[in-house]
């Protein structure tokens, strides 16, 4: 099994930073474990916006947030990071981390992909 925990999230003004983090635990290791970040809107639906996998940690991001935000991890922590630059109201959502740990490695937007989910952390962008 699987248990994943977001942390990090918060308000922040447009233009500001935040940083999330996902914990990974269970009898499944991150590097066994493709990694997905998800957000979901208030009335919309859930979006990709970058995975990492999880021999290489390939990386892939939605166009909406490319250049602003940066996927990593750290597999001996079981740690996966989400660093969020220049925010923006439209970033708005429940971000939530996702593990893929059937499929080889590959990175995916696709949220079918993924088996366990954890139970997201809000974030507000706003003045």
């Known amino acids: 099994q699987l248990q994943l925990v977001e942390s990090g999230g918060g308000l922040v003004q447009p233009g500001g930073s935040l940083r999330l983090s996902c914990a990974v635990s269970?009898?499944?290791?991150?590097?066994?474990?493709?990694i997905g970040w998800f957000r979901q809107a208030p009335g919309k639906e859930r979006e990709a916006v970058s995975c990492?996998?999880?021999?290489?940690?390939?990386?892939s991001y939605a166009d909406s947030i490319k250049g602003r935000f940066t996927i990593s991890k750290d597999n001996a922590k079981g740690t996966v990071t989400l660093e969020m630059k220049n925010l923006i109201p439209e970033d708005t959502g429940v971000y939530f981390c996702?593990?893929?740990?059937?499929?080889?490695?590959?990175?995916?937007?696709?949220?079918?992909?993924?088996?366990?989910w954890g139970q997201g952390t809000q974030v507000t962008v706003s003045s």
């Open positions: 990492i996998t999880k021999r290489y940690g390939t990386t």
């Open positions: 269970g009898t499944i290791t991150l590097d066994s474990t493709n």
């Open positions: 996702a593990g893929d740990p059937t499929h080889r490695d590959i990175c995916t937007m696709a949220g079918p992909y993924y088996n366990f």
